[in-house]
């Protein structure tokens, strides 16, 4: 396996001609549209809890969770002890020494939640207290997430890359980890056709089940949120719903639905999450050939990680990975165990310093600078300009 500098690029560039593509979508893509990373969304999401009734609850949760842990792993926290609560006789857990009741678990998951979408949905820039910079917040009257760079991607992937083929070829099916609607919204302002499992309107029911293939006939997109999204929202008998922030319908008897383990399911068929979760590993274990690009995304999610691993190491898989990622001091330990691994010359890695084809590289070294590759508007820019 021996390449050129010059070769590696066109090889990669034709990748995104391809007929049959997935992406996988995280929060570093939406962070120039005005919104944060896990974090910062973290913190402020802290921030919003004072003076809350679940203050000390998430203090606790916090306090004993790792200090890398953020607020996924909060509510993912909150879901375990949940579970025992329900368990117990007196449906109560005792965290750091205090005693809470399964109504105080849940009210406070449903706290949190809602806090993550008000800020997902209005925006959030951290500020900078070295430099002096306060954050900004958004508000109903002074929404900051903008969606231009959303806009541009998609113009590209669909104008550019695909001009006049789309009918034969398969729906780009874009998998993201956020819960924000900025794809969504970019695939109607630009005016492409796309499934994201829900029939209606602006307020829409999921007639997706889990086991069911996507409805893709005359679509040019599939959009499969693996964690929820801000707008989604739990009704009465466990189904799931669509819905406008103002609106008071339909009766909203749970929780927005963010993150997987935001409820439990008497049955996987009834579980959104598991559904999305369904259709990812479908495209994955394709037997066909596939491009399967990533941009935006850290590589810590175990799950999504273990999903990719499981499919692009069995025998018959023809899978071809494109990361775009910021490497740092080093690569992430998941996609830097791939490019190593037994099927690693199908795995392609673009960061800010260079390019690695398996285990090979690093190829296209800048001497002064960094290659813009690695971000969300940067990678744009490549598949526009052909690599270059």
Excluded at 13 to 39: C, K, T, Y
Excluded at 290 to 309: R, T
Excluded at 355 to 361: A, R, V
């Amino acid at each position: 396996m021996t390449t050129t500098p010059d070769d590696l690029l066109e090889q990669i560039d034709r990748h995104f001609e391809h007929g049959n593509q997935a992406w996988l979508l995280g929060a570093g893509i939406s962070v120039d549209a005005g919104l944060p990373l896990m974090w910062p969304l973290t913190a402020r999401v802290c921030d919003m809890a004072k003076d809350k009734p679940h203050e000390a609850l998430m203090k606790a949760l916090l306090g004993e969770l790792p200090e890398t842990a953020h607020i996924e792993h909060v509510l993912s926290q909150l879901g375990d002890y949940a579970a025992i609560a329900k368990r117990m006789k007196d449906s109560k857990v005792n965290v750091s020494g205090s005693s809470y009741t399964l109504d105080d678990l849940q009210a406070a998951h449903a706290g949190i939640a809602q806090d993550v979408a008000s800020t997902i949905r209005w925006g959030y820039i951290p500020g900078n207290d070295k430099e002096g910079v306060a954050a900004t917040i958004g508000a109903p009257d002074n929404p900051l997430a903008t969606v231009d760079g959303h806009a541009d991607f998609v113009r590209v992937l669909f104008e550019k890359r695909q001009a006049g083929l789309w009918e034969r070829r398969k729906p780009v099916y874009f998998f993201t980890t956020n819960y924000d609607t900025l794809l969504e919204d970019a695939l109607a302002l630009g005016r492409y056709s796309s499934w994201d499992g829900f029939s209606g309107g602006a307020i829409a029911f999921r007639d997706h089940v889990y086991g069911k293939a996507a409805r893709v006939e005359g679509m040019r997109a599939v959009v499969v949120k693996l964690h929820g999204s801000i707008d989604w929202v739990l009704g009465k008998d466990g189904e799931v719903w669509r819905v406008r922030e103002t609106d008071k319908y339909p009766p909203r008897y749970g929780r927005v639905l963010i993150h997987p383990q935001s409820t439990k399911y008497v049955s996987t068929q009834k579980d959104p999450f598991a559904a999305q979760f369904d259709l990812f590993r479908r495209i994955l274990n394709s037997s066909d050939e596939l491009v399967f690009a990533i941009v935006g995304y850290s590589f810590g999610d175990d799950h999504v990680n273990e999903e990719i691993e499981r499919a692009l190491s069995s025998k018959d898989n023809k899978t071809t990975l494109i990361a775009f990622c910021r490497e740092n001091n080093s690569l992430p330990p998941a996609l830097d165990g791939w490019r190593n691994s037994s099927w690693g010359d199908r795995v392609f890695v673009l960061t800010e310093k260079s390019i690695y084809w398996g285990s090979q590289g690093p190829f296209h070294q800048r001497k002064e600078g960094e290659h813009n590759w690695w971000s969300f508007k940067g990678m744009t820019g490549f598949i526009e300009n052909r690599g270059e």
